[in-house]
């Protein structure tokens, strides 16, 4: 038997489960088709991480009524630190003279996970897949027909749209045949939690480092998420470590700047690359979030890009007459193609001149530092890119309705 939808969405992480809620509120039925078990523990969208949200993601989030249920588990960073090992210049970067209550929030992935979770099972127009895999995909003139595979049994669903977040490896990318161009970066984000001897009063801190960056983000209960990129051969030195000896070393590397660093989470790992694609819809197939682009986490942008992707999708898939249209997915793709491109190239620029051990690039980069006391509106435009503020913004970001 056929179940029909309006919207079919291929991966229920981050990206999916805040598309679907929403699209649940423009009345559409939604099907989320979920690879793990729908629950916190087994969904790798919703592990161990840290996400840092930028000040556009929460007015999104605020407009899709998903901040109201999150925000007394998020923290506020209210400065930004830049700075370099072994070199003077640092630089701040604040929300009083952004004139903003925040530059962003840091929310813990499984926090967010379970709020997106706690929402979707509230509305009655989303139906849910899990843990079930797309085994086929057709597309015809007016619909979408996927078969999908749950606990062993087939079902075929319709849709007169098909989203693709189903993550940086996604296979419906594959059945599609859309072309990705991937660049490792021949690093790791090792991640974890710490406890610091100091508060770190709303502070997050970014310290490029010989091989890579260090980022401490400001976490409830006074710890700190973070998130440290490495060299791969020094990953598994690194990760064989004691406790004593890692934090040791994280210290060597981040400064003393919170006091001494004490008690370690977990330590999690994730391989580093630079992902993109040329094409973001084939007729009534349309991909984003980390589907879309992957990007290193050292400007902490990726789930920023992909709720930019769901905001202007959002505004962009219905016309004056309530009816699905498909006809503005070209503008959609150009619209969102060239924020994609913009942040993409910001944080491979940010990496090539903060890992290059040539003088020049060391003289640039503290050129680059001081450049930002001497010329405010350099660090305004810095400021102004890491709260989201790229390309054509959606109505969501301005704090509208979609
Ligand atoms: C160390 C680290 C730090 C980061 N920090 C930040 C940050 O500070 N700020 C920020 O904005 N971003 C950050 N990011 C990026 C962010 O985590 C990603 O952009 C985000 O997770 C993308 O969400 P997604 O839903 O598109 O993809 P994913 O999180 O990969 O979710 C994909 C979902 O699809 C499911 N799936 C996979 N295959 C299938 C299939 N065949 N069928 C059905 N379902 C499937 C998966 O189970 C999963 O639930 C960071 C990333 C890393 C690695």
Redesign the pocket.
């Known amino acids: 038997m056929q179940q029909q939808f309006d919207i079919l969405i291929?991966?229920?992480?981050?990206?999916?489960c805040s598309l679907a809620c929403g699209l649940a509120q423009l009345n559409l039925r939604v099907a989320i088709?979920?690879?793990?078990p729908w629950n916190n523990e087994e969904?790798?969208?919703f592990d161990d991480?840290?996400?840092?949200?930028?000040y556009t993601?929460k007015k999104i989030l605020q407009g899709l009524n998903i901040w109201e249920a999150l925000q007394e588990k998020v923290t506020a960073i209210k400065k930004i630190h830049i700075s370099e090992k072994n070199s003077y210049p640092h630089q701040w970067l604040s929300a009083k003279q952004e004139k903003v209550p925040a530059l962003g929030y840091v929310v813990e992935?499984r926090h967010f996970g379970s709020t997106l979770q706690a929402m979707i099972a509230r509305y009655e127009n989303i139906t849910l897949f899990t843990p079930?895999?797309?085994f086929r995909l057709q597309q015809y003139p007016h619909q979408v027909t996927i078969t999908i595979t749950q606990l062993e049994q087939e079902y075929t669903l319709t849709g007169e749209l098909l989203v693709a977040?189903?993550?940086?490896?996604?296979?419906?990318v594959d059945i599609l045949g859309l072309q990705r161009q991937i660049r490792s970066y021949g690093q790791y984000?090792l991640?974890t939690n710490v406890i610091t001897e100091y508060p770190h009063n709303n502070i997050a801190y970014e310290r490029f480092t010989d091989n890579g960056s260090v980022a401490f983000?400001p976490l409830r209960d006074n710890r700190c998420a973070v998130?440290w990129s490495i060299q791969e051969h020094q990953l598994a030195e690194i990760m064989a470590l004691d406790d004593h000896a890692f934090l040791t070393t994280l210290q060597s590397q981040f400064s003393w700047r919170l006091g001494e660093l004490k008690q370690l989470g977990k330590r999690q790992r994730?391989p580093?690359q630079c992902m993109s694609l040329n094409q973001l819809y084939q007729h009534r197939c349309v991909v984003?979030?980390?589907?879309a682009h992957?990007l290193h986490?050292i400007a902490?942008?990726?789930?920023?890009?992909?709720l930019r992707d769901v905001a202007l999708f959002l505004e962009t898939i219905k016309d004056e007459d309530n009816n699905i249209n498909i006809n503005k997915l070209h503008k959609y793709e150009q619209q969102r193609l060239q924020d994609i491109q913009i942040t993409l190239q910001w944080s491979d620029q940010l990496i090539r001149l903060f890992t290059h051990h040539n003088p020049l690039f060391k003289t640039l980069r503290t050129g680059g530092l001081l450049a930002m006391e001497i010329f405010p509106p350099i660090k305004h435009f810095i400021a102004r890119h890491g709260m989201g503020y790229n390309g054509k913004i959606s109505r969501l970001a301005s704090g509208l309705a979609p």
């Open positions: 291929i991966g229920g992480g981050m990206v999916g088709i979920e690879a793990s969904q790798p969208s991480r840290s996400i840092a949200l930028s993601s992935n079930a895999k797309l977040s189903d993550g940086a490896v996604s296979r419906t984000a991640i983000l998130v994730y580093l984003m979030g980390n589907a992957t986490p902490g942008q990726g789930f920023n890009l992909g």
